[in-house]
């Protein structure tokens, strides 16, 4: 069974860092695509940003130029730098699993908490 492990969350002041990872683990098939996404109350989830297998990155608009998305195996990382109170939310970390071109069944954590407060 797969499973999705995010750590790293906590408080920071604004203009802070912060840096999350998320380990995927529990199957012979390899990762493809991994990304970040966060989710404030009442508000649908949203992209942070993403990294294939072949380490092309996207971002939202939210965070470029702010945040870095990078993986090291099974393993994706998100640096969160020159944090605002904006970026409090709840970040997941959404993976997917290449069993075929045609078949990639796509699997979430459960969440690590960011706050930016002064």
């Known amino acids: 069974q797969v499973q999705v492990v995010e750590s790293g969350g906590g408080l920071a002041q604004p203009g802070g860092s912060l840096r999350l990872s998320c380990v995927a683990s529990g199957t012979r098939f390899p990762f493809s695509n991994m990304g970040w996404y966060r989710q404030t109350p009442g508000k649908r989830r949203e992209l942070v940003a993403t990294i294939s297998s072949g380490d092309e990155t996207s971002y939202a608009d939210s965070g470029k130029d702010r945040f870095t998305i990078s993986r090291a195996g099974n393993t994706v990382f998100l640096r969160m730098d020159r944090l605002r109170p904006g970026d409090t939310a709840v970040y997941f970390c959404?993976?997917?699993?290449?069993?075929?071109?045609?078949?990639?069944?796509?699997?979430w954590g459960q969440g690590t908490q960011v706050t930016v407060s002064p």
């Open positions: 959404r993976v997917f699993v290449k069993i075929s071109d045609a078949v990639t069944p796509d699997f």
